[in-house]
């Protein structure tokens, strides 16, 4: 299955482009304009998928051209900003049942390595802190593709994705064994600073 969360794959996946030092560099995520999401998918009880988002995270990614395995991410979000379009189950997902958000107000995700796979593609192994617990995941990440944007900036996208065991991160609540890992799926879209 495919893995996670967050965002610094991006880097590696412009493996061999011919002019690869003109998109090295450091991105800030396009949050300002939300060109970003971080979306998930868990299944209710075996007979349904719920799908959510959370609403508020930033990041930034270092992208090495010459050595696209030294490229590297960082990615925040905001747990409370947790929304599943129904705000009385958004409170229970707040709740210490789930993300705890009183207690643990944020996650994040460090990278530690990039794996290169085929062209555009790579495998970010990285720390995600979420509830308190820190576990090692690794994002499954496909570049979208790179350039000048109309506002003579320089852009970067890729999607990234990754599975959790809710249990491996400390979250109490069981619906069942259909609903014991969640799918998350990340495209971010980074500026050059």
């Not at 011919?18 to 007979?47: C, M, P, R, W």
């Not at 409170?91 to 990278?111: G, I, W």
């Not at 979420?130 to 890729?158: I, N, Q, S």
């Amino acid at each position: 299955m495919k893995k996670l969360l967050l965002a610094s794959a991006v880097s590696m996946t412009l493996i061999g482009s011919v002019h690869a030092s003109e998109h090295s560099g450091t991105y800030d995520f396009d949050n300002e304009d939300t060109h970003q999401f971080i979306t998930f998918k868990i299944s209710h009880l075996g007979y349904s998928w719920l799908y959510g988002r959370f609403n508020d995270f930033d990041g930034q990614f270092f992208y090495d051209a010459e050595n696209p395995e030294n490229s590297s991410v960082n990615v925040t979000i905001d747990t409370s900003s947790v929304d599943s379009n129904h705000a009385e189950r958004d409170k229970h997902l707040r709740s210490e049942d789930f993300l705890h958000v009183s207690e643990y107000p944020q996650a994040s995700f460090k990278s530690k390595r990039v794996v290169l796979g085929d062209e555009g593609e790579a495998d970010i192994v990285g720390d995600l802190t979420l509830r308190g617990v820190t576990r090692e995941v690794t994002l499954d990440l496909e570049m979208l593709d790179h350039g000048k944007d109309p506002w003579g900036g320089y852009r970067m996208g890729f999607e990234a994705e990754t599975e959790l065991r809710l249990e491996d991160f400390g979250i109490p609540m069981s619906l069942g064994k259909a609903s014991e890992t969640v799918e998350i799926i990340i495209s971010v879209e980074g500026i050059r600073q």
